[in-house]
């Protein structure tokens, strides 16, 4: 069975800092690039950053230069580093991999509020 389990939002001040963890079934993460997602109350759920099986990242053009996507392949573990952090940012975080999206697939997902 296909699991997703974020954790790590919380509420913080503008400019502080926050540490996603999401933690995937092994059948989905060991060969998958593996992205955060964010919704925001009233939009649509808007990809934040990616990373391949081997490590190669990519980030969304309003995040870049503040968040850093990593992963260790050994816990199946993804994370997302936010830094200076934006109230612009607030929104529920998600993890996923490309077969998860397309199975319609999320977990119950991590809330990040940023204060201004």
């Known amino acids: 069975q296909v699991q997703l389990v974020e954790s790590g939002g919380g509420l913080v001040q503008a400019g502080g800092s926050l540490r996603l963890s999401c933690v995937a079934s092994?059948?989905?993460?060991?060969?998958?690039?593996m992205g955060w997602y964010r919704q925001a109350p009233g939009k649509e759920r808007e990809v934040v950053a990616a990373?391949?099986?081997?490590?190669?990242?990519n980030y969304a053009d309003s995040v870049k230069g503040r968040f850093t996507i990593s992963r260790d392949n050994a816990k199946n573990t993804v994370y997302l580093q936010m830094n200076s952090l934006k109230p612009e940012d607030t929104a529920v975080y998600y993890c996923a991999s490309p077969t998860t999206v397309a199975r319609s697939v999320w977990g119950q997902g991590t809330q990040v509020t940023v204060s201004s």
């Open positions: 092994g059948s989905i993460f060991s060969v998958n690039a």
């Open positions: 990373i391949t099986s081997g490590g190669s990242a």
